[in-house]
């Protein structure tokens, strides 16, 4: 980036609005986790369609790192696959570093599924390896194709398996999305709009299939992890205590094929929305917080464990949006630091 061009530059604002507003919602569903006592009013009521809704938002989450990988290649090509491996790489030992704290040293699930920031990596890293290929969009489409059908074979079988549909980091079929959102943009910015259209021609009556199906959405898988005294599992590592059962979701097949739509939808939304949304000052937090996503959801990570140590989980649903408000907050202020910072390094 030359140094004379504005720091918002670097992408498509009605992206980074979309970024933003996902990663904000994850910051709530999670800080919703830790709530002590739940009550009525507004922001409860808001708190449970965000749990509701927590699917579309991961989804959404996925598909963006889609998006923002075709961005990446268009705009710096040379050494776009290296770049980004090594990208995958630190996202999959910081989901390792991360699970230990939490869930101690419980194999296979600490390298296989340690954390969704594992199956984002895998996700970045398989869709990278496609857009660098000889025909992008076959590889893109063969990959969202090939993990759509192992998840209906696990739906179907009832298998559990670490790191495909198990653990907190099951990356199957959270890695199609990503995937599915480089196929999109890339046919949007290759063919233009209409791409999304037909896109979501395709996609929509999937939509009323499963919503009429009623097939369910997601799935739930048991994995099983020593039980350790307070929050910390740091301090249990040698522990033989026994072994409890914890449950995580993931996307089911026929779930992750009705999102297609939606987040379709969104993406033209955002699309239609940035040359509004880039001129307005109020959105200028919400774009920053939203070029840097990835490294505030991160950083979010760290902070809620911090908030869980420290006894200070949120007592209702005013607690949760404070502390909602305070990740925001911090991680938007860290966000432009980091610009203004990558911004004197190349001056």
């Known amino acids: 980036m030359s140094p004379t061009k504005p720091s918002s530059s670097r992408s498509e604002p009605g992206l980074d609005l979309f970024r933003a507003c996902a990663v904000l919602a994850m910051f709530a569903v999670h800080a919703r986790r830790l709530q002590t006592a739940h009550g009525d009013g507004a922001g409860e009521r808001l708190l449970d369609f965000l749990m509701w809704s927590e699917p579309f938002i991961a989804a959404a989450f996925a598909f963006m790192a889609g998006v923002s990988l075709v961005l990446a290649r268009e705009r710096a090509p040379s050494g776009f696959s290296t770049r980004t491996l090594r990208r995958s790489l630190l996202l999959y030992a910081l989901a390792c570093g991360l699970f230990v704290p939490q869930y101690g040293l419980e194999l296979p699930d600490l390298l296989a599924s340690p954390g969704i920031l594992s199956a984002l990596a895998l996700g970045i890293a398989s869709s990278a390896l496609a857009l660098s290929s000889a025909r992008p969009e076959l590889?893109?489409?063969?990959?969202?194709?090939?993990?759509?059908?192992?998840?209906?074979?696990?739906?179907?079988?009832?298998?559990?398996?670490?790191?495909?549909?198990?653990?907190?980091?099951?990356?199957?079929?959270?890695?199609?999305?990503?995937?599915?959102?480089?196929?999109a943009f890339r046919l949007r910015m290759r063919r233009g709009p209409r791409a999304l259209v037909a896109l979501s021609l395709v996609t929509l009556p999937l939509l009323g299939v499963v919503l009429l199906s009623r097939f369910p959405w997601t799935t739930v898988r048991a994995s099983y992890y020593r039980e350790h005294a307070g929050q910390l599992a740091l301090v249990d590592l040698a522990s033989d205590a026994p072994r409890v059962a914890m449950s995580f979701w993931n996307h089911s097949a026929a779930g992750a094929v009705a999102l297609s739509a939606p987040l379709l939808a969104a993406l033209g939304l955002a699309l239609a929305a940035g040359k509004r949304v880039g001129s307005a000052a109020l959105a200028a937090p919400f774009l920053v917080l939203g070029r840097h996503a990835l490294l505030a959801y991160v950083a979010h990570l760290g902070l809620l464990g911090l908030v869980e140590l420290a006894a200070f989980a949120p007592r209702s649903a005013a607690g949760t949006w404070l502390v909602v408000s305070a990740l925001g907050a911090s991680t938007t202020l860290g966000a432009w630091a980091f610009e203004r910072w990558r911004e004197l390094r190349t001056t």
Not at 144 to 152: E, H, K, N, P
Not at 157 to 173: K, L, R, Y
């Open 139 to 183: 590889a893109l489409g063969t990959l969202i194709a090939g993990v759509l059908a192992l998840t209906a074979w696990l739906d179907a079988s009832g298998v559990t398996i670490p790191g495909m549909n198990a653990g907190p980091g099951g990356a199957v079929p959270l890695a199609a999305f990503t995937s599915f959102g480089a196929l």
